[in-house]
């Protein structure tokens, strides 16, 4: 079937179609339909704490656990040289920082730019 009418035709027809029809008195009975309905949908499930659940809950928990314990219980010679490390690493981004921000600024505007352009682009071919 071809269709002929453009959609602010069809928008028109429809307009006039709402303006000018009798308005015909709603059925008495709506209200009591609806509501049916609307009882009848079943009430979504309460969170289950399921076997998965738990098992990822002790798996994580006891990761965390030796990672505490392990890093109390560091001989301190190590503990000295990984602060050690830690101090050169950030000595380190601090000397770089001269050149780090603007890579970092530049990298954010592109990034930035990169989301926009498409909209621009469907804005412009309006």
Request: proline share 9%; aromatic share 10%.
């Amino acid at each position: 079937m071809d269709n002929s009418l453009t959609p602010e035709i069809q928008n028109a027809v429809i307009e006039d179609a709402l303006h000018t029809y009798p308005m015909t008195p709603m059925p008495r009975d709506i209200t009591e339909d609806v509501m049916a309905r609307i009882k009848t949908v079943p009430t979504p499930h309460p969170f289950h704490f399921t076997w998965n659940d738990l098992v990822l809950a002790i798996v994580l928990s006891a990761c965390l656990g030796a990672l505490w314990f392990s890093l109390n219980h560091l001989p301190p010679l190590l503990v000295a040289q990984i602060r050690k490390q830690g101090i050169l690493l950030y000595q380190q981004i601090l000397v770089n920082m001269r050149w780090l921000l603007p890579i970092l600024f530049f990298g954010l505007a592109a990034f930035l730019s990169a989301l926009t352009i498409p909209y621009l682009r469907r804005e412009l071919l309006k």
